[in-house]
């Protein structure tokens, strides 16, 4: 866990981008927040989750086609139990809130069984065992790294990863701390947004303009492997006509070099988060 001059705690976050192909192109798994969540709640997110101290047990070492040394490295981080808590947190939280499940398992494993087992508060270490969970860290692609502003009141340092729905699988909301669930193109889950249907999230618009220009999965991918995924610190500014979101790169932002295309303000507007200028220097 990261310090902060603020004394405001900053958990570790796991978040899973899951896709689909169509033959219209691409769709994105998303999850309606219960409105009494005490974070982001009635949005629609992507699967994920904090990442929990078990997440990163002696025990998983085993359980995960990669080294922990290298999974710490594709995500930038320093050491090799945060890289494996991160892929492990990615994996349980996408089970337990989209009932999909990025690892192999005993040719007899019940996952309606075993999600429901972990809903009922269930250890993912144990049921890992008894299930003979294998997990393909391949399958999980890092994309980005948001870390939210210190005025909100709870703040996270999540990753985000892209990955393909495994064939066989079927991705649903968990009926508890999501309320509904939907494939939605890219394109379209914005305009949602923009016509008040769904809510969204800074984060998650920004990813969701990044996906809109690709038509197949393979492409999302080969574009997330081509770089470092991005640290994004986005800080909220103040002026005479309101307030703003700076991210990296923006003049009223401490970092000069920006991390992500397009441009480095956002806006709420009317219920929407919206891109607005200046252009990226």
Not at 120 to 127: A, P, T
Not at 167 to 177: F, V
Request: with cysteine; proline share 8%.
């Amino acid at each position: 866990m990261s310090a902060d001059p603020a004394h405001k705690p900053i958990e570790d976050a796991s978040t899973v981008i899951v896709l689909r192909e169509t033959g219209a192109g691409i769709e994105t798994f998303m999850l309606c927040r219960h409105q009494q969540s005490g974070f982001m709640g009635g949005a629609h997110v992507f699967p994920g989750g904090k990442v929990d101290p078990s997440d990163s047990a002696p025990g998983w070492i085993a359980r995960v086609d990669r080294a922990a040394e290298s999974l710490s490295h594709a995500l930038g981080e320093a050491d090799a139990e945060s890289g494996l808590g991160l892929l492990v947190a990615a994996v349980r939280e996408t089970f337990e809130e989209a009932g999909v499940l990025f690892a192999t398992t005993a040719p007899d494993a019940d996952l309606p069984q075993a999600r429901a087992q972990l809903h009922r508060g269930g250890s993912f270490v144990e049921l890992a065992s008894e299930l003979d969970v294998k997990i393909h860290s391949t399958a999980l692609t890092p994309y980005a790294r948001w870390i939210t502003p210190k005025m909100e009141s709870r703040r996270f340092d999540t990753r985000f990863y892209i990955a393909v729905l495994p064939e066989g699988q079927r991705a649903s909301h968990d009926g508890t701390e999501t309320t509904s669930a939907a494939w939605l193109q890219p394109a379209n889950a914005i305009d949602d947004m923009l016509a008040g249907r769904i809510k969204l999230a800074p984060p998650t618009v920004r990813t969701l303009h990044w996906l809109a220009d690709f038509d197949d999965a393979d492409a999302v991918i080969t574009d997330a492997l081509s770089r470092k995924p991005p640290l994004v610190r986005p800080r909220i500014v103040s002026g005479d006509s309101g307030w703003f979101l700076a991210l990296p790169g923006d003049p009223e932002h401490p970092e000069d070099d920006a991390v992500l295309p397009g441009a480095t303000r956002m806006v709420f507007d009317d219920g929407a988060w919206r891109d607005v200028g200046p252009p990226v220097r």
